[in-house]
């Protein structure tokens, strides 16, 4: 295991019209493993967070009613100043969070085994040679 960060999806029980104009957006760096990163899209503008339009497709950007938003005036966004067609509605958000991540590795040795107290004892000797490690380290210093 090691400290990472992830993105923790939260669905809404509402749409939510975002910008996805390159100036609104901002890519977060996501932890697969110890050495692979992937980066994930999010949007810095929510510019009508609770938006009550009806039979708008998720996750399409320039839904044609889009125009009909709240937030948009004349085909412009009061919010972020873009055009109508640059926004999309989403039904989630996504939050930075710093978490111990499971390396892949282990989780393939634990699914591989039924039982749980296996599984206990898999993670319990990555655990202690990560401490290994860092008393390694210590003693160098």
């Known amino acids: 295991t090691f400290m990472g960060t992830t993105l923790e999806k939260t669905d809404l ?3 939510r019209t975002v910008c996805t104009a390159n100036e609104c957006i901002k890519y977060e760096t996501e932890d697969i493993d110890r050495t692979q990163k992937r980066q994930t899209r999010t949007y810095k503008n929510h510019c ?3 938006c009550s339009l009806s ?3 998720v996750d399409t950007i320039g839904a044609k009613n889009l125009i009909n938003c709240a937030a948009m005036s004349n085909g412009k966004c009061t ?3 873009h055009m109508w067609d640059q926004h999309m509605h ?3 958000e996504l939050k930075v969070v710093r978490k111990q991540i499971i390396d892949p590795e ?3 040795k634990m699914a591989q085994v039924a039982d749980e107290k296996d599984k206990i004892m898999i993670l319990k000797k990555d655990l202690d040679k990560k ?3 860092y ?3 210590h003693d160098d210093i």
Do not use: F, S
Request: aromatic residues 4%.
């Open 48 to 50: 009508h967070p609770q």
């Open 131 to 133: 401490i290994d490690e």
């Open 79 to 81: 919010v972020c100043n």
């Open 13 to 15: 029980d509402h749409p």
């Open 135 to 137: 008393q390694k380290e």
């Open 106 to 108: 282990v989780l393939t």
């Open 55 to 57: 039979g708008i497709d």
């Open 90 to 92: 989403l039904r989630y």
